[in-house]
């Protein structure tokens, strides 16, 4: 049986979808032409409402070749359908549940938003009212719900009497909104008209030197496809003449030329130079993959010269504060500098990415992550942008990686005087319990005074022998379990002896702290509330100016500071910081910071001048977040003192 729940999907994205099939087995099984009315008191909506849904029926009929809504005055409306096309529709339903009021409040809201972002015209509150089974009262509040969280978009909600509610704002916030909300869900647009515009992409690529990632493919149809929409809404972006200069003098407009002359012939639609200019700027957003071998140090003479030197000082700060020399990974260095290109369009273009691994690179990286988050001062400094937390989530990846290619296994040389087949027993054993120690030889005891050439860290023997250049762990035959924790606990001082002192807390860190801007079980419900509560008293005691929690503020409306494991890391611009401090709160409950819960919050205040101080702390708290320990401990410890004293180790 074909999936018809699939075939259907289009219609069935919502409750108010899920009415159209009521409509059309409500015609379908009428012996004769029903009226509006009769429609009406079926499914308790407006005549308007059900003016509406006939209108988008009988395109989505139409475009899908099933027929179409005729509608006759003072005799009714029916569907003109053949009956194998019929068959299929009523086979259809069967696989359909009948609509019920499924909205928790929350998705109820939701709802509410997609309806005023797909609708052209107001909506009144007495249609949602009707199409979602509640009261007026409650649409009212749910509106006033909206209104507040799309603030953030620098969005509102207009409402007048006998007109209805719609929002209003720029078309470049509103077009944030859109992708925003629809990320996930891409039935907003047909099929055909997303198919179309893929295979358009895929032939502009063909024109560069350069393929979109899957991600940024997805996300310049999308683009495209609303700006498709909003103009045949006569809904143009609005750009200004000195950017619209600016952008057309990139090569990447000339595709974007080509783009919109095929768009215009496909959707019979005249899009003008503005919408030109939007697409541009996402292609130039976009991030790419090259045809390039990473380790190839010839792609850094063609990339932009500002962005290799940005991306050289974020691999400088970053390795500074994880205690790792990161300097000659040229694979980092080339891809780091490939994905900020793209990085640093965005900013300039305000355009906004999505990171589908952020919640996991939270969760499993947070050090990582953390350390990245410094980098933002970079991007400040140079620029003059707050980089939000998806992006820094891309920049630890590559650090992530690069990390993992340092990793280097333990070097062994095998000495064993009973034999080829107690040596091999040996190695394999060894190998398999083993994994980060790789044999370089095999050797007897005779061939040791030879061992100076090879390269190693450890002499494994199964018998008596003292060679005073590396350490020589002596082992049985036979490798008993006793044998291997032996060698384990040789590899963990090698790879010790290899890094930096990782002990877990320097008494540099309480420079940073004060006790008399720790806060420990503090009893607050919202985000807004802790930094206000913190910039307070750091205001108070002298280290910021009052911009500072502005800046704070503006900050974490572009970006959650939420970093993991229940810990946020809110900072402002460092040219409001008198002297720098880290001011601490640590809360009674969590709360919600963006999508994250969080009862740990560091508000950190730094100088261009305080560079070092600003590494040192991060090398010390990356160290923190790595330790459910150290953070446990903090969260029960009942004083301000005793926080700090655990903090500075004074």
């Known amino acids: 049986m074909p999936d018809y729940t699939d075939m259907w999907g289009v219609m069935m994205d919502s409750i108010f979808k899920e009415r159209w099939v009521e409509i059309i087995k409500i015609l379908l099984n009428s012996t004769r032409p029903m009226t509006i009315r009769e429609m009406e008191i079926k499914l308790k909506v407006s005549n308007r409402t059900i003016r509406n849904d006939l209108d988008e029926i009988n ?19 029916w569907i003109e359908i053949d009956d194998d096309r019929e068959n299929e529709l009523r086979k259809m339903f069967n696989e359909i ?70 929002i209003i704002g720029s078309e ?27 295979e358009l992409l895929l032939e502009s690529e063909r024109q560069m030197d350069f393929f979109f990632t899957d991600e940024s493919m997805s996300s310049l149809i999308f683009h495209i496809a609303i700006s498709v929409e909003r103009v045949r809404q006569n809904k143009s972006i609005k750009l200004d003449c000195e950017k619209k200069d600016e952008l057309k003098s990139h090569r990447e407009y000339s595709i974007a030329k080509y783009i919109v002359e095929k768009l215009e012939t496909e959707f019979a639609a005249c899009i003008p130079e503005n919408e030109i200019c939007y697409i541009t700027m996402h292609i130039l ?27 050289m000082e974020i691999i400088e700060l970053i390795g500074n504060i994880l205690s790792v020399d990161l300097s000659n990974d040229k694979a980092l260095l080339i891809g780091l500098a490939l994905h900020l290109e793209p990085t640093v369009n965005r900013f300039k273009y305000d355009l906004v990415i999505k990171n589908p691994l952020l919640p996991e690179i939270k969760k499993n990286y947070p050090s990582i992550f953390g350390a990245s988050w410094a980098s933002s001062v970079l991007f400040e400094k140079y620029y003059g942008y707050k980089v939000n937390e998806d992006e820094i989530g891309y920049i630890a990846i590559h650090i992530g990686a690069a990390l993992e290619r340092q990793k280097i296994n333990t070097k062994a040389i095998i000495v064993c005087s009973s034999g080829v087949g107690t040596s091999q027993l040996v190695s394999v054993r060894l190998g398999k319990a083993i994994p980060n120690l790789d044999i370089v030889d095999v050797i007897s005891l005779h061939e040791v005074e030879n061992i100076e050439n090879k390269n190693f860290d450890i002499v494994i023997s199964t018998v ?22 032996k060698i384990k606990k040789w590899i963990k001082n090698i790879e010790g002896i290899r890094k930096p002192d990782k002990k877990i807390l320097d008494d540099t860190l309480g420079i940073f702290f004060s006790p008399s801007l720790i806060f420990p079980k503090l009893n607050l419900k919202t985000r807004e509330e802790v930094i206000n509560v913190l910039g307070d008293y750091m205001l108070k005691y002298g280290y910021i100016e009052p911009a500072f929690l502005e800046e704070v503020f503006e900050r974490e409306k572009i970006t959650s500071t939420a970093i ?9 611009n460092q040219k409001y910081v008198k002297r720098p401090v880290i001011a601490l709160a640590i809360l009674e409950k969590p709360v919600q910071w963006g999508e994250n819960d969080v009862d740990l919050v560091f508000m950190l205040a ?27 401990d903090i969260r029960i410890l009942n004083s301000s003192e005793e926080i700090y004293r655990y903090l500075s180790r004074r």
């Open 285 to 311: 957003g976009s991030k790419i993959q090259r045809d390039y071998r990473y380790d190839d140090e010839r792609l850094l003479s063609i990339l932009d010269k500002d962005v290799v030197k940005l991306s």
């Open 172 to 198: 470049s916030d509103f077009r944030k909104l859109v992708t925003e909300v629809f990320k996930e869900d891409r039935d907003v647009f047909s099929q055909n008209s997303l198919n179309f515009i893929r």
């Open 464 to 485: 008596p022998f003292e060679y005073s250049l590396k350490p020589v762990v002596q082992i049985s035959p036979f490798v008993e379990e006793k044998d291997i924790e």
């Open 59 to 77: 395109i989505y009929l139409k475009e899908n070749k099933y027929g179409s809504i005729v509608r006759k005055p003072r005799v009714g409306i």
């Open 606 to 632: 730094f100088k261009e001048d305080s560079k070092l101080n600003m590494q040192n702390f991060f090398s010390e708290f990356y160290k923190i977040l790595d330790d459910e320990k150290i953070l446990n």
């Open 97 to 166: 549940n009948r609509y019920v009021e499924p909205f928790s409040p929350k998705e109820r809201q939701l709802y509410i938003l997609k309806e005023l972002l797909k609708c052209q015209n107001p909506i009144t509150m007495e249609e949602l009212s009707e199409e979602l089974y509640v009261s007026r009262i409650t649409i009212f509040k749910d509106i006033n719900k909206i209104e507040e969280d799309i603030k953030r978009y620098n969005l509102s909600i207009l409402r007048k009497q006998n007109y209805g509610v719609e």
């Open 564 to 572: 993991g494991k229940g810990v946020a890391i809110p900072h402002g």
